[in-house]
């Protein structure tokens, strides 16, 4: 006997239509332009953003946000067009990252620290409608062929732009898809050159709740964007104030009297200090004798920075050190959760991960290693970003069987902490920035000169890592200036080799199908490999 059974109808079951199901798609839309604009109608009248004395609150941040995005739209700008900015931070450079977040354009963030070829290669790649620059910048726009139709100067256009007339408010940001691209943030790149990484308001108001969630930090906590703007740790932190009600402090970069100043009458959030410049805080703060009103949590990358420099940073601000271990693509996680207590002097930096997201190590089969071997990261979560701008290539390898796949080995504990080994992808990292050996080595091998260069890195007391290179060269006279001088102005200055080694070709350890092997240059160097 079968039962007579009739399809229950309602909402809750069964097929919606395609405009019912557009509707719902639409209510669960969150965009970082529309969490800015909440906190505009709760609090309108408490700063927003703070720099050299100046102030706007968030009712005065709105009406100028606002009033660029007509601007950019009256231009001709639609969902999905680039703008690029090539300017040291600024309050200009904050309401670009706001407008363009209220209209669907996508803002790709210059590294002012690149060589003009290296700058004409990241502009280029993007093709942006306009581009924005600062006074202090002039110069290398006017240097490179960047392609672009359009320019605006930040310090004698801007100002007329808010002002004409048609910079009317449009709607914002209603219609805009979580997955619409909100700000490109570049890369350096294992061959050489920087790579694009498209970054999404999902992704970013993603990283904006991991932190909140997995950090002290809180709704309505300062934070001082002294570093540049073109980095995810000012240009996440940025948004995530912003969307939670906090005020930004701009600063225009690294003024160590000035940041201790700030930190002595504003109590911050998180505080950035990055490698190489935790000494000169200290520093300072003993010179000056003012005392920090404290912070949440403070610094980054605990693995660069000396353990006494930790101990003592962080009783000066009574705060935790963030044991972090993020990336542009991934945000703060995928493990950046874990802290060093005040005054501690750590002997154990395993890395804690992060809320919301999935974690695997696995060989160079992408097979799934056990516990306490070694394999490399791959990353699934929200906060992850959308791909490399215009390279397909390396979007599919790094995304291949649908987990980013990041470079770095580490081992998972029993307690499941992870152990960071090494990189995969050979990575320096100098005072907070990446370089990559391919960037240098591209540039020498150009020169008759050299008939072959190894970049490896090495451990310094400031910077954690700086670069050096092995040459064999064909002109017995070259010398290490020379070796510079042969970067200098093709790669950006903190990416120039502080030492040169000269050897033989035959002295260039190497595997039998010929890769070079760094990790013996490195001992080279009177320095242990990892």
């Known amino acids: 006997m079968t039962a007579n059974i009739r399809p229950t109808t309602g909402p809750t079951t069964g097929p919606t239509t395609r405009p019912a199901q557009a509707l719902a798609a639409q209510a669960a839309t969150l965009t970082v332009g529309g969490l800015f604009e909440q906190q505009v109608a709760r609090q309108p009248d408490r700063v927003?953003?703070?720099?050299?004395?100046?102030?706007?609150?968030?009712?005065?941040?709105?009406?100028?946000?606002?009033?660029?995005?007509?601007?950019?739209?009256?231009?001709?700008?639609?969902?999905?067009?680039?703008?690029a900015i090539l300017s040291e931070?600024?309050?200009?450079?904050?309401?670009?990252?706001?407008?363009?977040?209220?209209?669907?354009?996508?803002l790709a963030c210059q590294n002012w620290r690149q060589s003009d070829a290296e700058l004409e290669?990241?502009?280029?790649?993007?093709?942006?409608?306009?581009?924005?620059?600062?006074?202090?910048?002039?110069?290398?726009?006017?240097?490179?062929?960047?392609?672009?139709?359009?320019?605006?100067?930040?310090?004698?256009?801007?100002?007329?732009?808010?002002?004409?007339?048609?910079?009317?408010?449009?709607?914002?940001?209603?219609?805009?898809?979580?997955?619409?691209?909100?700000?490109?943030?570049?890369?350096?790149?294992?061959?050489?050159?920087?790579?694009?990484?498209?970054?999404?308001?999902?992704?970013?108001?993603?990283?904006?709740?991991?932190?909140?969630?997995?950090s002290t930090v809180q709704p309505g906590d300062s934070f001082i964007a002294w570093a540049p703007l073109f980095h995810m740790v000012s240009t996440d932190s940025v948004y995530g104030t912003l969307m939670s009600g906090g005020k930004v402090i701009v600063m225009d970069g690294l003024q160590v009297e000035q940041l201790v100043q700030i930190t002595a009458r504003e109590f911050i959030g998180h505080l950035t200090l990055m490698p190489g410049m935790v000494d000169r805080v200290i520093d300072e703060i003993d010179?000056?004798?003012?005392?920090?009103?404290?912070?949440?949590?403070?610094?980054?990358?605990?693995?660069?920075?000396?353990?006494?420099?930790?101990?003592?940073?962080?009783?000066?601000?009574?705060a935790?050190?963030?044991?972090?271990?993020?990336?542009?693509?991934?945000?703060?996680?995928?493990?950046?959760?874990?802290?060093?207590?005040?005054?501690?002097?750590?002997?154990?930096?395993?890395?804690?991960q992060n809320s919301f997201c999935q974690v695997k190590l696995?060989?160079?089969?992408?097979?799934?290693?056990?516990?306490?071997?070694?394999g490399e990261l791959c990353f699934r979560g929200p906060s992850l970003f959308s791909g490399y701008w215009a390279n397909d290539a390396a979007t599919a390898q790094d995304f291949r069987?649908?987990?980013?796949?990041?470079?770095?080995?580490?081992?998972?504990?029993?307690?499941?902490?992870?152990?960071?080994?090494?990189?995969?992808k050979y990575l320096i990292k100098s005072g907070g920035e990446n370089i990559y050996p391919a960037e240098i080595e591209r540039v020498l091998l150009a020169d008759a000169?050299?008939?072959?260069?190894?970049?490896?890195?090495?451990?310094?007391?400031?910077?954690?890592?700086?670069?050096?290179?092995?040459?064999?060269?064909?002109?017995?006279?070259?010398?290490a200036d020379d070796v510079k001088a042969a970067c200098r102005g093709k790669i950006a200055g903190y990416k120039l080799p502080k030492d040169v080694v000269f050897i033989g070709m035959d002295e260039f350890p190497r595997s039998t199908t010929g890769k070079v092997k760094r990790h013996e240059l490195e001992a080279r160097l009177g320095q242990p490999a990892d």
């Open 89 to 106: 931070n600024r309050v200009e450079y904050v309401e670009l990252e706001l407008a363009v977040a209220r209209i669907g354009v996508v």
């Open 320 to 352: 935790p050190f963030l044991n972090s271990f993020g990336s542009t693509e991934t945000g703060a996680p995928p493990a950046s959760r874990g802290v060093i207590a005040v005054g501690e002097l750590p002997d154990n930096l395993a890395k804690q």
């Open 48 to 83: 927003a953003l703070e720099c050299e004395g100046r102030k706007l609150t968030y009712r005065q941040l709105a009406e100028r946000v606002a009033r660029l995005a007509g601007a950019l739209s009256a231009l001709g700008l639609q969902a999905g067009d680039r703008i």
């Open 362 to 374: 696995v060989d160079e089969d992408d097979v799934e290693v056990a516990d306490g071997e070694p």
């Open 449 to 479: 000169r050299v008939l072959d260069a190894v970049v490896v890195r090495r451990r310094d007391a400031r910077w954690g890592e700086v670069p050096v290179v092995f040459v064999a060269s064909a002109d017995p006279a070259m010398t």
């Open 121 to 214: 290669h990241c502009i280029r790649l993007v093709s942006p409608r306009i581009l924005f620059f600062s006074q202090r910048q002039a110069g290398a726009v006017a240097r490179i062929a960047h392609g672009v139709p359009h320019s605006i100067d930040l310090d004698q256009d801007y100002a007329a732009l808010l002002a004409a007339p048609q910079a009317a408010a449009p709607a914002g940001g209603a219609d805009i898809a979580p997955e619409t691209g909100l700000v490109i943030l570049y890369t350096s790149g294992t061959t050489g050159l920087p790579k694009g990484a498209l970054i999404s308001h999902r992704a970013m108001i993603a990283r904006s709740m991991v932190m909140r969630i997995d």
């Open 287 to 318: 010179r000056s004798g003012l005392t920090p009103l404290g912070a949440r949590s403070i610094g980054c990358m605990a693995d660069l920075v000396p353990a006494a420099q930790i101990a003592r940073i962080t009783t000066l601000y009574r």
């Open 401 to 424: 069987g649908g987990w980013f796949h990041m470079g770095d080995v580490f081992v998972r504990r029993p307690d499941g902490t992870l152990d960071f080994v090494d990189r995969r």
